[in-house]
């Protein structure tokens, strides 16, 4: 799989868009990008994945660059309930082994 | 409509003592899985079924055992438990294996003494 980069943290005020970005400039061709995120204690959960063009869903957009070497996922209107680590995955879709998670970006909404 | 439910949230086991994780789901997903999250290593695969009647092992099997119940049931059995085995673990599920997003449970939190 390949590797990711995401900043250490970001902030964000309540009701603003979040926008966290992700490198992961060696992905291939048949590599998806997935982001989970991990609130204190609970499990992970998953958000939205793409593979080269844009996706919405109820929760985020994924906008993924044209070279496909970076993506954003956008919380269009972030709520205390949003702060949580948010993870970058690429993997090819033929199995989920070992999830390495990586550090990613602490995410901390603010009144 | 629940997703994936752990139980129990919390527990302490002696060494050599055993135990089930239970874990269910109400997506009717056809994969499961178990996982084991440790400080700084990531999420790795104990066992999964990819779907009903099938189980395999994943990254870190020794130590475990799986049964598959049914579609919405898949348990983990420590029959043994060592303090290596202290950890987080969550269980998963997706629609199928592979391509298909994992939706995890909340966790079982175990510490083996």
Redesign the interface.
């Known amino acids: 799989d390949a590797k990711t980069t995401q900043p250490t943290s970001m902030d964000c005020a309540e009701g603003r868009a979040a926008n966290l970005p992700c490198n992961h400039s060696t992905i291939s061709g048949n590599e ?1 990008v ?1 982001w989970y995120r991990q609130i204190h ?6 958000i939205i ?1 793409g593979l080269k063009n844009n996706e919405t869903n109820e929760m985020a957009s994924l906008i993924i660059t044209e070279d496909r070497k970076s993506s954003t996922l956008i919380l269009p209107h972030a709520t205390l309930r949003d702060t949580a680590v948010y993870y970058c995955i690429v993997r090819v ?10 550090s990613g970006t602490q995410v901390v909404v603010t009144p | 409509n629940a997703g994936v439910t752990q139980t129990p949230k919390f527990q302490v086991l002696k060494t050599g003592q055993s135990m089930t994780l239970q874990c269910a789901q109400d997506m009717n997903h056809n994969s499961m899985y178990w996982y084991r999250q440790d400080p700084g290593m990531g999420l790795r695969l104990i066992y999964y079924s990819a779907s009903e009647g099938t189980t395999d092992k994943g990254e870190v099997p020794n130590g475990y055992n799986v049964s598959r119940l049914n579609k919405r049931e898949f348990s983990l059995r420590l029959e043994s438990a060592a303090p290596s085995q202290t950890s987080v673990y969550f269980c998963a599920s997706s629609e199928n294996h592979g391509l298909s997003p994992l939706h995890f449970g909340n966790g079982t939190r175990l510490t083996v003494t």
């Open positions: 998806y997935y204690s609970q499990g992970p959960q998953y994945h879709g033929n199995s989920w082994g070992k999830l390495q998670f990586g």
